[in-house]
Nanobody
Framework: QVQLVESGGGLVQPGESLRLSCATS????????MNWYRQAPGKQRELVAG???????NYADSVKGRFTISRDNAKNTVSLQMNSLKPEDTAVYYC?????????WGQGTQVTVSP
């Protein structure tokens, strides 16, 4: 059973930073793609950033230049460094992993950006 466990969420002020981490129960190398999604109240879940096992990354336009996704194969974690946070970044952030035809989700971690 694959488990993804997010951590690092919290309450910060605009302009501050947070680092989210997602720990996997198995080898991170077995996941072709690892992503961070977010869902704000009343909105659809959206892709924030993704990283492939080959080293490619992609970002939503709204976070380009502010967020950085990284995979640590030694620690079996994927992280999301979030800088210059804005109130509109407030959401529950979910870790997502793809392996073959299977998709896995974490339970989510709340990020709140408020003065």
């Amino acid at each position: 059973q694959v488990q993804l466990v997010e951590s690092g969420g919290g309450l910060v002020q605009p302009g501050e930073s947070l680092r989210l981490s997602c720990a996997t129960s198995g080898s991170i190398g077995s996941f072709y793609v690892m992503n961070w999604y977010r869902q704000a109240p009343g909105k659809q879940r959206e892709l924030v950033a993704g990283a492939t096992s080959g080293g490619s990354t992609n970002y939503a336009d709204s976070v380009k230049g502010r967020f950085t996704i990284s995979r640590d194969n030694a620690k079996n974690t994927v992280s999301l460094q979030m800088n210059s946070l804005k109130p509109e970044d407030t959401a529950v952030y979910y870790c997502n992993a793809l392996r073959g035809s299977r998709t896995y989700w974490g339970q989510g971690t709340q990020v709140t950006v408020s003065p």
